[in-house]
């Protein structure tokens, strides 16, 4: 008992330190699973078995297949309905609650920083991940092709509002006086709500590739980096900590002193 309640303790420590960076990689699995599930019409264990399959690791391939435990061969057409349910609540939540925050901020007097800035919060955020995992379990304990149309339904919905939003900014900014002003705020809701809603749920599903890409293509290195982030703090009058070594002062004796250890060829 004792052991057990130890290695818990390890496992929440570990949670609390390094959580979203795993539950990152996890949100991404599960979303490009649920859309590879979709897509296919098969189950997410039946996507990650081919997957296994095809990478040569046939263990892990029979063990979501063939040994596959109990929860995973569950179905249930009404515990899919219970799970799309809670999707549109996240969802919901992800447009709510940022507008809520800004309002209690309001209420205390805090001077808040709109609108726009909360839902801001909504990118790299763990309520979008979590969206994806819900959205797998649907795809796992019932028939995909079910939330086909729902998917559908949705990615049409999410255009139509982004289109209208647009429209009415283009038609507010040639027409100011064309409707009232809160009328206009309400709009720019809509338009941030939309724009941000929809930015958060593709970050969450292609984060990790997006920051391996973005490594991979880099055309700056951090050494260079460093020394050009603290030029600029030089050239702002921010003074180093004492006893710190300046990377600009690193750089510059570099050459010096590699060129006082070459050895010049004579001719």
Same mark, same amino acid.
């Given at each position: 008992m004792k052991v057990a309640l130890s290695l818990l303790e390890k496992m929440l420590n570990f949670w609390k330190q390094d959580g979203d960076g795993l539950y990152e990689w996890f949100g991404a699995v599960a979303a490009m699973s649920a859309l590879a599930s979709v897509a296919s019409k098969t189950h997410p264990t039946e996507v990650g078995a081919t997957v296994s399959s095809f990478v040569g690791l046939e263990a892990v391939s029979r063990w979501l +297949? @063939?040994?596959a435990p109990p929860i995973l061969m569950f179905r249930s057409i009404f515990w899919q309905n219970v799970f799309m349910a809670v999707v549109v609540v996240v969802v919901v939540a992800m447009v709510v609650l940022p507008v809520l925050? /800004? /309002?209690?901020n309001e209420e205390?007097? @805090?001077?808040g920083l709109g609108v726009e800035y909360e839902m801001k919060g909504l990118l790299w955020s763990r309520v979008a991940r979590t969206l994806w995992v819900v959205f #797998? %379990?649907?795809c796992q304990v019932g028939p995909p092709e079910r939330l086909v149309g729902a998917l559908y339904a949705l990615a049409v919905l999410a255009v139509v509002l982004?289109? +209208? #939003? $647009?429209v009415w900014r283009v038609v507010l900014e040639r027409f100011p006086d064309m409707v009232s002003a809160s009328m206009s705020v309400?709009? !720019?809701? @809509?338009? +941030? !709500? #939309? #724009? $941000?809603l929809f930015l958060a749920v593709l970050n969450a599903a292609f984060s990790p590739l997006i920051r391996i890409v !973005?490594?991979?293509?880099s055309s700056e290195s951090d050494f260079h980096r460093e020394v050009r982030e603290? %030029?600029?703090e030089n050239r702002s009058g921010v003074e180093l900590p004492s006893g710190a070594v300046s990377l600009v002062e690193e750089v510059v004796s570099r050459p010096t002193e590699g060129y006082s250890q070459a050895r010049v060829p004579r001719f």
């Open positions: +297949t @063939v040994d925050r /800004e /309002e209690r205390r007097g @805090v001077c #797998a %379990i649907c982004l289109v +209208t #939003a $647009f309400c709009l !720019s809701v @809509v338009w +941030t !709500s #939309a #724009a $941000f !973005s490594w991979l293509f603290q %030029i600029i």
